[in-house]
């Protein structure tokens, strides 16, 4: 079994971010991330923390938007229209969840797509859809880079993809599709689970439960990637019960410290590709 590194591969990608980061400066020009976090939610504030720590870490310029959870739609609606129109910002991430007065799908849309770089804007689902994508959403662009850097090609291979959410378990099967795998997607709806799993060369798992994934659920030598965060008593743990499946995988990721660091990483990566398509 060996583990797929997701914090290693970060540490690079990041490296390399803030080299093309210097050199842009050169040029006088400074990539701009606007973060917008409405309410006090605890998990969302700790993510947007580390998200503008690891801006600053490769010289990106973040703006931090912090809301009341009473804010009205209309309010901020404006607020992304003013980033919109703001020359100094590549990127606009809204931090979900949002309060529930709050219509998500609205908010989303009214971001401009062009700076949409977490890849959640239906024109940017839809092109990753058609197979052009534009920006692509981080957790599942970040788990096919570490696949990549490992030489797991996906090609012809069976894939379960557990979880259908938009972040992650959708964009992860377009993916996957247009890479040439064969990708079965479950969800809570879904039969008999673990005849699906069993029979699959590679597993991802975005569902946010622990031990959903088991040792008896996956083929010897199988690939599995943990996309869960759960925090269990005072630990953050995957959907996959580490210890026992990692007998039986080839490849296995840790949480932490395999799908997370890459996430942010990709976040870095989609924001100075903003900057790229917009010079
Ligand atoms: P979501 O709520 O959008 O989707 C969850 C999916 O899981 C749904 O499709 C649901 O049908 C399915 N599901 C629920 N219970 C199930 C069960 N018992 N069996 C099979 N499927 C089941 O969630 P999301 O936003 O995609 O997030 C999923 C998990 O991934 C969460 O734990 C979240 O914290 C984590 N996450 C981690 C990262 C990261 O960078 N590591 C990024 C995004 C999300």
Do not use: W
């Not at 239906?122 to 096919?144: D, E, H, K, Q, V």
């Not at 699906?196 to 439960?209: E, L, Q």
């Amino acid at each position: 079994m060996a583990i797929l590194d997701g914090k290693a591969l970060a540490k690079k990608i990041r490296a390399s971010i803030k080299k093309e980061v210097d050199s842009l400066k050169k040029e006088s020009i400074i990539p701009g991330l606007a973060f917008i976090l409405v309410g006090d939610n605890p998990a969302s504030q700790v993510y947007v923390n580390m998200k503008t720590k690891a801006c600053e870490e490769v010289g990106i310029y973040s703006i931090n938007h912090r809301m009341p959870s009473e804010i009205s739609e209309r309010e901020l609606i404006e607020v992304i229209k003013m980033l919109n129109d703001n020359p100094m910002v590549d990127g606009i991430l809204v931090q979900l969840p949002l309060p529930k007065h709050l219509n998500e799908e609205k908010i989303i849309e009214t971001i401009d797509y062009r700076k949409d770089v977490d890849g959640f804007h239906p024109y940017n689902m839809g092109r990753l859809a058609r197979g052009n994508p534009l920006f692509i959403s981080c957790t599942p662009y970040g788990i096919m880079k570490l696949l990549n850097e490992y030489s797991i090609d996906v090609k012809g291979r069976d894939v379960v993809v557990v979880g259908a959410g938009n972040i992650t378990g959708k964009p992860m099967a377009l993916m996957l599709t247009n890479s040439g795998a064969t990708v079965q997607i479950c969800h809570i709806y879904t039969q008999n689970l673990k005849e699906k799993t069993k029979r699959a060369d590679i597993v991802i798992s975005a569902v946010g439960k622990p031990n959903l994934i088991t040792e008896d659920m996956v083929k010897e030598g199988a690939v599995v990637v943990d996309v869960g965060i759960s925090r269990v008593k005072d630990r953050v743990v995957g959907d996959v019960d580490f210890e026992g499946v990692s007998k039986k995988a080839s490849y296995i990721t840790p949480v932490p410290g395999g799908v997370g660091p890459m996430t942010i990483a990709m976040l870095l990566y989609n924001t100075l590709q903003s900057v790229k398509f917009r010079k």
